[in-house]
């Protein structure tokens, strides 16, 4: 009895939890779907399937261009710090030297950085380079977050395989380059894509930078173009748009992390409790 | 033999051992990112330092004149701004809630998730949907469930009679701080779940069975073995989540605008610096915030359960 009750307690808490994560999306989807008047009463259903206020976020202004945006600068920010990271990676997992410790506790210092502490520092950065109001501005600095937890995540991944692997390729006279190439890199396909969703995320996601660096709307991400859909005035924000917008650039990451849910789970607690 | 190793390395220099071969190759290879972390994070920090010192302002900044530390301690610095000490105590009040909260629900949500039962699959995709949102979308989205004409939940406090009229939620001085709370547990407490939900699943089942066998209730089996089981990894995962709320920008930016009520030290450096175009002024600032966190970081590396030499601990 005690134990049946128990149970009842478990699974009423679970669908809680549920529903509590999964609700605002929810409505937001369905707001999504809602016009004028509709929007001010708040049904659980929308009267009918109606995608208009896709259409309208899409066609007008440069929202389809935000979002060609996002993903230039996602896909190249993931290439650059997995690039940058599995080299980095490689020194400091497989190899002895002194410095090795300082370093590492650089790169976690660097990821408990404020972002605005070197927002006047990468803005003259920035200006220098001449990529004020250019994406590259936010490929740039995007990689003050990523590199610190794929350096991190990398390295504890390829520090737990097995000495032998590259002992054999070392007496085949293979290079430190072609070892990592060709046998690391198969064994850490795993870590790759957890590590590359993570910044994929973090990029897709971030808005400090993107607000300070981008100004037209044409090169601004699509953070920054939601945050700044306005309506007609200031007092009448255009919310069945703002929800159809808010859905359409979060499905694809929703979707993303429920395929790699395992991988993500993984990454994210490799970051933090192993290291 | 010694041409072999030299040649595996890649050195080709006669007499060089493998050892120092592959300590030239290590650093050959960590060249990449030194150079990109110097680049993007320890070059701006050391000019943000500078122009903390100066007068500079965003339209050019090459005029920049040192002024010493008045940006800080002058008549005007930031110590002596009521904003600044607002927008200081607003985030140490956010931080304090909201981690508090996030732990504890993050604490239950693992629970739940570690419990054996059909159906907890569903509820760990679940707990990931808010996770996976962008944070700007989250804003958006509570700020309409949080509007104060239409929004779902001044209807459903209303039609329960928990409130006789709507509530402003981000607009009035007392509820904004709530509102933005509300919204950063619910993003963030998943996040924790799954840091605690890891450090659950390495715990030795023994001692349970051992408080099962002698009958102890679930509650009391939780304060008295679970708990201080996974304390350390509880205390990490609090501190990461402290020192990532205390850097909070983008969802009060959003749900809140620039508010006073809410205003945190990033929001106020960035207006300081963008908006206002007093970069030396920001600069001291977000240098201000920057000195916080780092000292927090210092000691949490101290106290250093960071596990930086790989062996099982």
Partial sequence: ????????????????????????????????????SQLFSPALLPPHLDFSNYATVLQQGPFLRNIANSVFVAVMVVAISLFIGLTAAYALSRVQFSGRKPLLLTVLAISMFPQVAVLSGLFELVRFLGIYDRPWSLILSYLIFTLPFTVWVLTTFMRDLPKELEEAAIMDQASPWIILRRVFMPLLWPALVTTGLLAFIGSWNEFLYALTFTLSPNERTV???????????????????????????????????????RRIVSGLTAGAVKG | MSLTMDRLAGAGLPGLSLRASRVRTAWLFLTPMIVALVLVAGWPLLRTLWFSMTDANLKDLSTAKFIGLDNYFGEYGVLSDPDWWRAVANTLRFTVISVAIETVLGTVFALVLNADFPGRGLVRTAVLVPWAIPTIVSAKMWAWMLNDQFGVINHVLLSLRLIARPLAWTASPDLAMVSVIM?????????????????????????????????????????????????????????????????IFDLIYVLTSSSKYTMSMSIYARQQL??????????????????????CTALTIMIGRVNLEGETR
């Fill in chain 1, 1 to 36: 009895m005690k134990r049946a009750l128990r149970r009842v307690g478990l699974y009423a808490l679970a669908a809680v939890i549920i529903a509590y994560s999964v609700f605002p999306f929810y409505y937001a989807i369905v707001s999504s779907m809602k016009h004028g």
């Fill in chain 1, 223 to 261: 953070p920054v173009a939601i945050a700044l859909l306005s309506g007609a005035t200031q007092f009448e924000l255009p919310w069945g748009p703002i929800m159809a917008a808010s859905v359409t650039v979060t499905v694809p990451v929703v979707v993303m992390v429920l395929i790699f849910q």
């Fill in chain 2, 183 to 247: 919204v950063d547990v619910w993003k963030t407490t998943p996040f924790m779940a799954l840091l605690i939900l890891a450090a659950l699943q390495m715990l030795p089942t023994d001692c349970y069975e051992a408080a099962r066998v002698d009958g102890v209730s679930p509650i009391k089996v939780f304060f008295r073995v679970t708990l201080p089981l996974i304390r350390p990894a509880l205390m990490v995962a609090v501190i990461f989540r402290a020192l990532d709320a205390l850097r």
């Fill in chain 2, 274 to 295: 963008v908006d206002f175009q007093q970069v030396g002024y920001g600069s001291a600032a977000s240098t201000v915030l920057f000195l916080m966190v780092a000292v």
